[in-house]
């Protein structure tokens, strides 16, 4: 389901309403960029080459946030809101994360930086082992998978927000829920995800 207008050329005399244009047009080209590397039926669970050539597309863009700020919705009674860019095929959803500061958040880091604590699978309850931890800055991309075990993502800033954009695929935890673990005793429990605070660029109704 494209949501993009094909780029153009401009050769009038720039000013900001021109630059804005095409700030926002080059969002928009990503996402139509993803739409055809995963085309009617792909997922990133589909093979290799399909999952690096979605790490690619992601690593080409450069964020600015006039392009994208429209998809952002912030909510200072909640750590974290969830909004949808765009449905895929099925088989994967668009997301745009925007977390609070100092709050645990993956995909491409559009605003911010975010530090992401990853851990073994628990086969015992106790406290859960921590494997790594990096750092992530604007314009960077990271991937998480259930065989690379669970992890954690947080924004590390005491003052400032975090945006990032985030590829599910498929999007079970959009009508399934997911599980939560707890890092002191490896206990887990399922939930269900949150509605969605906006759609397409409009906030969604209480």
């Known amino acids: 389901m494209p949501l993009a207008t094909a780029d153009f050329l401009q050769s009038a005399p720039t000013t900001r309403k021109t630059v804005l244009s095409n700030r926002h047009t080059r969002f928009q080209r990503i996402i139509e960029d993803i739409q055809d590397v995963l085309g009617p039926t792909e997922g990133i669970t589909s093979s290799e080459n399909v999952r690096f050539a979605l790490q690619n597309t992601l690593e080409k863009y450069r964020s600015v946030e006039d392009g994208w700020h429209e998809f952002a919705f912030k909510d200072a009674s909640q750590t974290f809101t969830r909004n949808l860019v765009a449905k895929g095929n099925g ?45 992530f800055n604007r314009d960077e991309v990271t991937y998480m998978a259930d065989n690379l075990g669970l992890h954690k993502i947080s924004n590390p800033d005491l003052n400032g927000y975090a945006v990032s954009l985030h590829l599910y695929t498929p999007p079970n935890a959009a009508t399934e829920g997911c599980n939560v673990f707890d890092a002191e005793t490896g206990k887990t429990t399922h939930v269900k995800v949150y509605n969605y605070h906006s759609e397409f660029g409009k906030k969604c109704g209480k």
């Open 91 to 135: 088989n994967y959803n668009l997301v745009r994360l925007l977390r609070a500061p100092e709050s645990p958040l993956c995909g491409l880091i559009l605003k911010g930086s975010l530090t992401e604590t990853r851990y073994a699978w628990p086969n015992t309850l106790g406290r859960m082992q921590i494997t790594k931890q990096t750092n």
